[in-house]
Nanobody
Framework: EVQLVESGGGLVQPGGSLQLSCAAS????????MSWVRQAPGKGFEWVSS????????TYADSVQGRFTISRNNVKNTLDLQMNSLKPEDTAVYYC?????????WGQGTQVTVSG
């Protein structure tokens, strides 16, 4: 059974930090490009960041460039997102996404709320 399980969300004050993690199982994680996608209340999905299968190519949305860092561990089958200098507009449900050829998988999401 394929599983992507996100964790690490929560409530944080503006300027604070959180680290999201995604634990993958049930598929060959090192083959897959991984991404973080978020959905703010009442809005559509927004791509946040991606990392290629080998971990050498990282890309970020302009809105998070310089504040967020994506990383992966192909031994532990995990994907992380370090989020610094958080802003209220970063409030959203954050989803882990895996893609390889025609296969793609989604996690259930973790809530991040920036307020205070």
């Amino acid at each position: 059974e394929v599983q992507l399980v996100e964790s690490g969300g929560g409530l944080v004050q503006p300027g604070g930090s959180l680290q999201l993690s995604c634990a993958a199982s049930g598929f060959t994680f090192p083959d897959y490009a991984m991404s973080w996608v978020r959905q703010a209340p009442g809005k559509g999905f927004e791509w946040v960041s991606s990392i290629n299968s080998g971990g050498a190519t990282l890309t970020y949305a302009d809105s998070v460039q310089g504040r967020f860092t994506i990383s992966r561990n192909n031994v532990k089958n995990t994907l992380d997102l370090q989020m610094n200098s958080l802003k209220p507009e970063d409030t959203a449900v954050y989803y882990c996404h895996a893609e390889f050829l025609k296969d793609e998988y989604w996690g259930q999401g973790t809530q991040v709320t920036v307020s205070g």
